[in-house]
């Protein structure tokens, strides 16, 4: 018997939660159950497994459990970037060996596709548009990490635009930044908004449980999933809960739970609107991997993100939602002098699944127990392309990008605690400060 030592806890202010769509949950499992096919945490990997087993298995049910609410746990949180192109921050353009970026950009375009042909198919109003991204910097050390970048762009023949700081309020309203590189192939989507209408959109063959967090697991020839209310025997389960994988015995010290916090605005007024100038939908990414994403809304309010914490259960806490906000309140500040009067409605923190050396585990966990997990800050994209490819690699599928993600070596080992946390902490506050104005 497995004992599962920590459950999935955010807090209740995520703002993309509250502003999207309300939507009847399902219910929670009670009672005695068993199928074939069990596919634990429907966040974008989960649910794209669950419908692509799905599709490769019509006359099979596919039960699919969320421990929370679909689209209030960490893929409703993010910072609604669905990404194309590759970024290895341990290459000095960024992009490193070309045969390997290729494929990584193959990953995360097809990973696009599929969100873009669901949300045609299936009319889900997340606001989703292809607006592409800027990537700004204000200090010389995000200067270089540009024109790094720019360099390896062009070495993977992807198109870009230089913009000069005295152009960008004409894009993005704020003067604060000294240059810009805009790629074109970003999507921008309303996160929760999206999670909740592809958890509505399952095929017929799916069976959803919400609110139904497993406790304990019996593994074997089946493998059974205890929780308050009852039991449900798999003969085949996928963990696609990320860092929450660890929990059920799999890939223990290897996987991060970061979490980030973000604050989003109340709405602009129209005289507002007109100070700040610009488009009127845009995002933004920090050239310091510490620094603040930023966002102009649909409905004309402004997100704002960042600062980290090292969380090891993967449970939300208060005391840095307190501490942040001030932060975001200053980072604010800097870059909308124009809006002195606009404040926040919601902050919320949402965790990333991290591996010291940047990879997945993609594959079989143990007999009939599989799993995609350690997204590494892509789950739009990735989670989403990945958890499609597994269910198909099940249907006895194989092709590049099949075989590009079994042959990765998986997350890697992290050093014993206490050292782990101290190291980790340390390296957060130190890339947080050295981020200086770009934070």
């Known amino acids: 018997m497995t004992k599962v030592t920590s459950l999935p806890a955010d807090d209740v202010t995520c703002g993309w939660f509250h502003l999207s769509q309300p939507r009847q949950a399902r219910s929670s499992h009670v009672g005695n159950k068993e199928a074939h096919w069990v596919v634990v945490g429907a966040g974008f990997t989960g649910l794209a497994a669950a419908r692509q087993l799905a599709l490769n298995f019509p006359d099979e049910e596919i039960v699919l459990l969320e421990a929370q609410e679909v689209g209030f746990g960490s893929s409703g949180r993010n910072a609604g970037f669905a990404i194309d192109l590759p970024h290895d921050i341990g290459a000095e353009d960024y992009i490193g060996d070309l045969a390997t970026a290729n494929i990584s950009l ?63 309020p004409e894009h993005i309203g704020t003067s604060f930044y000294r240059k810009a590189l805009f790629t074109p192939g970003t999507v921008l989507i309303q996160p929760a908004a999206l999670v909740k209408g592809l958890a509505d959109s399952l095929p017929a063959n799916v069976t959803l449980y919400e609110h139904t967090a497993i ?4 593994y074997g020839e089946k493998t059974v999933l205890i929780h308050r209310n009852g039991r449900i025997t798999a003969q085949k389960l996928l963990l696609t809960n990320n860092a929450f994988g660890a929990r059920f015995g799999f890939l223990q010290g290897t996987m991060l739970p970061i979490f980030t916090y973000a604050s989003l605005t109340r709405e602009l007024t129209g005289e507002e609107q ?47 939602l307190d501490r942040f906000v001030q932060r975001h309140r200053e980072s604010f500040a800097r870059r909308f002098p124009m809006l002195p009067d606009v404040e926040f409605d919601y902050t919320w923190g949402g965790s990333l699944a991290m591996s010291r050396n940047h990879q997945g585990h993609f594959g079989e966990l143990a007999p009939n127990v599989y799993g995609a997990l350690c997204c590494n800050g892509l789950g739009v994209t990735r989670g989403t392309v990945t958890g499609a490819l597994l269910a198909d690699w099940l249907a006895g599928q194989r092709n590049e990008l099949i075989d590009f993600l079994l042959a990765s070596p998986g997350p890697n080992r992290n050093p014993p605690e206490p050292f782990l946390s101290t190291g980790v902490n340390m390296n957060l506050m130190w890339g947080q400060c050295r981020a200086g104005m770009e934070a």
């Open 106 to 168: 193959k990953l995360n375009v097809s990973g696009q596709n599929m969100l873009k042909a669901l949300v045609e198919r299936h009319r889900i109003d997340c606001h989703l548009r292809p607006s592409g991204k800027y990537q700004a910097a204000v200090e010389d050390r995000g200067i270089a990490v540009l024109d790094a970048y720019r360099r390896g762009l062009d070495k993977l023949g992807q198109p870009y635009e230089m913009i000069e700081g005295a152009e960008l």
């Open 215 to 218: 406790t304990d697991v019996e």
């Open 274 to 320: 007109a100070r700040l100038g610009g488009k009127d939908f845009w995002g933004l990414i920090p050239a310091d991997t510490y620094g603040t994403t930023l966002r102009r809304t649909h409905d004309n309010r402004i997100l704002v993100r960042n600062s980290f914490s090292f969380n090891p259960d993967g449970r939300s806490k208060q005391k840095y």
